[in-house]
């Protein structure tokens, strides 16, 4: 067997596992299909040391520090399907090639889907967001909304507001019982019940079925995220979250199946670049001793 490892995914997540392993001297293969999930985004934020740079320059920094290690491989290019055991894992490409490794690590993150709602998919990234920690700054205090997806809307539209004057549109779309309106009354949020029918504009111009139009400066919504179908025809356990499920891992980022460890977002509930690499730190470092320990 060439290879010690395959991580599958070289994003944030994958490229901080290969790294550990890289360190300790072992042959790894990363294999990566290229579609980071921030790939819409012009500026990445939050993440220490790289705060404000575009979410591509940072992964081509990492790629180029990661691949100055000899014992790394790479192929660009996606993994169809997974199989095996520890101590003994294979994994066929698109193209019909094989390879083989001892551990596994999956590192695919989430794809994201968002209401169906025309003009929100363009803007993704651009002036319609999920995570206010990464792009809520930048908006500079100004009028914000959130599109509701589900229940959590409530939670948001409550951090919302810290970053400028909130409108939550319910879109028929989440409940709030008395005691959460009260709640996002006493922060300032404003309700809207009206049905969302587009967003349009520069920034995010929310219109109303009831013809009114409300411009914000950023929307911010929660996706549904779905995993890499991988995990699951592997056997790994998978737990559920209000937009989606992820991959069950214990405290060394290793899945109910012995060998296949998983990092990133698509192992938790919701993520960042710099928990993913947090976590494909500690998987990494967590295979490479399982090789020796066991
Ligand atoms: C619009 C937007 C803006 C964001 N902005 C920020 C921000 O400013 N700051 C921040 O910290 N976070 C931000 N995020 C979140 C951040 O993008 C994710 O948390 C981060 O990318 C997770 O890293 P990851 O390595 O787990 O997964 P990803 O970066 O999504 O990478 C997964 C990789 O695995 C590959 N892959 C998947 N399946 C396969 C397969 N079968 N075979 C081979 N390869 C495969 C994919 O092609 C991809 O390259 C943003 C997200 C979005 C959607």
Redesign the pocket.
Known sequence: MRHDVIV???????MAAALQLARARRPVLV????????R??G?????LSQDGQA?AAIAETCRAQLMAYPSVDWIN????SARGQDDSFSVTLSTGEEQHARRLIL????T?TLPDIPGLRER??RSV???P???GYELEQAPLGVLASCDTAFHMAMLIADWGPTTLFVNDACTLDAEQEAALSRRGVALETALVTAITGDRATVHLRDGRAIPVAGLFVA?RTEG?A?ATHLGCEMEESPTGSFITTDSKKETTQPGIFA????ARAS??????VGD?ALAGISAHQSLIFR
């Open positions: 599958v995914g070289g994003s944030y997540a994958g294999i990566d299909a290229g579609l980071r999930r921030n819409f985004a500026a990445s934020h939050g993440f979410p290019g996606q993994v169809e590192a695919t993150g989430v994201d993704w990234g967001f999920m995570c920690y990464c792009d996706p890499s991988l990092c990133g977002d698509v993520g960042s670049v710099s928990m993913a494909g």
